[in-house]
């Protein structure tokens, strides 16, 4: 069958290049499409046009050129695609490539269109967010508040007006949740079942979740609270709304509360109400002494861990008593050369950088952080280490005007590079999170770089220990145990969980 | 909506326009046949935009802006652009020890793009390495064909500013910046500037705006930082962190920007100025 080339022209239509060569490619992959090219009308741009064998095209710099060669039945289609992808995406639209859609534009289309729904997810500049959220609480939605820099009277006037209305606020700044099966924000596929999870954390969250999923049991519910919830201001108003919840729900078996060290009256006050309800609850406030809240009992179970909590909660749903939180298990140590003393954590999830911490501490180094726990140290310039130093590259004094490291892990292989340079390191701890939300391919950069730092190490006479975990399940998008099987040819030790990580980082560090 | 900066070169007398083209978070406006941009804070500085928080562009194209008495109006907004900051570039770095650190740093600055570019999937332009190769040759060593160089490049690759623009832009703010202390930048800068000038009517409106103002000298905030990081060595643990900056300018301008810096810093290293070094 002969060819035929024809071409269209869109007179003043920008789009952005990576939208305009995906169009061109998903043109190109037509069958009977031999060539196609989608470009602005540039003189050099047509000079190409007619190279590639697609005709003289007599358009200019303003317009937009659709120039297609192939079978003929094959070219009208490619054109009438191009027609339709450029149609979805309104001229001018600077989009990412992907094809918009028809999109409801406000909360209440949204409940029109279908009554049945109950959850909004606010996801918009901090100053706005409570205004949207206010919206959706008065249309009888549930709300989850993706934003953070909420400010906290805000925070506080939401809660208490949803509190009136029954309704559950989690958030501000409410990373992760899965409801009803539906992972939300950062959030892992995980199976179904009997343990629910209230968590102010969202690493902290996915952390349990998906220890859950690992040993065979599943979630009911992970309610998200945002990290302000358990200050003395809030009064944990979205925790003890969740927790009432979800001991209402025939689903839930056990419940999980899972935190950073709360305000002392407000962790009573959660403690206090876990206590009264049928089932069991398993606490887990990262660096708070269980003693001050009058320790195991009454239907209540602290963990030190996140993964023990995991693991508490396992065996509480299957009836079993919760196990002791392990140590490290056994592992290889590395001969360092002399002057390779320090340990250098470099994480992008929040929580585990702080029960990292916590757990180094426990193994008697006290690290420099941005985000130091009580007794360590806050670094004075975050872009340079000193002594041993933890790092959360997903804080604020990272992120600005970026993209949160889970999301683009660059800057976290970059950081990795740069420690694993330092003459003094002796073991680099990091954690990979899996699941929505994060990087489609966490890992391939950060192989790259850790084979870097192995063979500058090499050159220089020193040795490395990368210790790591990867917090996410076989189910993920990502698919954990590919995850784990490259991190490992590569000379990773790759712990079960960010606990046993750091006591085995800590523990390797001279 | 509010503005919360603007670039140097932001009139600060009353102006008319029209809406030139309008995108998901920024507007581009004519202005005396220039662009003014606004544009979501979440984005850099340069040299003509205003940046504003919280807000969803709502004109036509074609539709009127004005400025008077220092408000702007266009479509459904009004910016009050009275006592904003001016973000103002530092001015070159001073002409010590230039050259030298950035030879080093580059391969640095190679090995970021080619992973954002990697991670990203941003395809290559069918023969803009080539001509890319065919701009540093004359850059280097035979001056007089920079603007024939120049032509195969201006308007190359989709886009509302094409590859060939962006790497264009980044090559002028390796040679401007340089200028100081190099004397074959402080040659180079004005051939190439001529070069541009000369054919910047062959691209885009958007893609000849950027092309105009790096030919006079005038790069945006990104690119700035990342230039002057190179050629001084000063900051040079910071140029990962300035590298991506740059990379994250637009859906693929940033990395063939970037591109466009590594093609100057070739040409530095391979000037007189190298050689005698």
Known sequence: MSSIREHRIYPNRYQDSVALMALSAALAELPGVETASVVMGTGANLDNLREAGLGEVDAGPGDLVVAVLGEEEAVARALELADERLAEQPSGDAGDGAVARRTLRTLRQAVEENPAHNLALISVPGPYAAAEALKALRLGLNVMVFSDNVPLDQEIEIK?????????????????????????????????????????????????????????????????????????????????????????????????????PP????AKT???????????????????????????????????????????????????????????????????????????????????????????QDAGIQAASNTPVAGNLALADVRASTGHTILDLGDDAFTQGRPHPMIDPLPRDERLLAEAADPATAVVLFDVVLGYGSADDPISGLLKAIGEANARAGREGRALAFVAHVCGTDDDPQDRSAVVARLREAGVLVAENNAQAAAIAAGMTP | MVAVSKGYLVPAADFAGTVHSVFATACNLTVDGRLLTVHDAAAPHTPTSVRVVSWRPRARAGGPARCAGGILTFGEHALDLRALPVWTPPPPPPPAATVPPAITAAREVARIRERHVEARGIPAVPGLAARAESLLEALTGRPRDVPRAVAGLVGLGPGLTPSGDDLLVGALAVLSRAAPGSAFAGSAFPALAYGVRRHAHRTTDVGAHYLRLAAAGHFGEPLVNLVDALVTGAARAAVPALTQAALRVGASSGADGVAGVLLGLRALGSSPDRKAA
Do not use: W
């Open chain 1, 160 to 260: 208490r007006f949803a509190e009136e209305r029954d309704l559950l606020v989690m958030g501000p700044d409410c990373g992760t949740a899965i409801v009803n099966g539906l992972p939300l924000g950062f959030a892992n596929v995980v199976r179904r079942g009997r343990i629910g999870v209230v968590g102010a954390s969202g690493t902290g969250t996915q952390e349990i979740t998906t220890r859950v999923h690992q040993l065979g049991e599943g979630i009911s519910q992970a309610l998200g609270t945002g990290g302000h919830d358990l200050s003395a201001e809030v009064g944990a108003i979205s925790m003890l709304r969740g927790l009432r919840a979800l001991a209402a729900d025939e689903e839930t078996d056990v419940i999980v509360l899972v935190s950073k």
């Open chain 1, 263 to 266: 305000a002392e009256t407000v």
């Open chain 1, 270 to 360: 959660v403690v206090e109400e876990a206590r009264t309800l049928d089932v069991p609850v398993v606490i887990c406030f990262l660096g708070a002494d269980p003693a001050a809240f009058g320790g195991d009992g009454q239907g209540v179970h602290f963990a030190r861990t996140l993964a023990g909590s995991a693991d508490a909660a396992v065996a509480l749903a299957r009836g079993e008593t919760p196990p002791a939180e392990s140590a490290a298990p056994p592992y290889d140590q590395v001969r360092f050369a002399p002057g390779q003393r320090y340990l250098r954590g470099v994480f992008t999830g929040g929580t585990f950088c702080y029960e990292a911490q916590l757990l180094a």
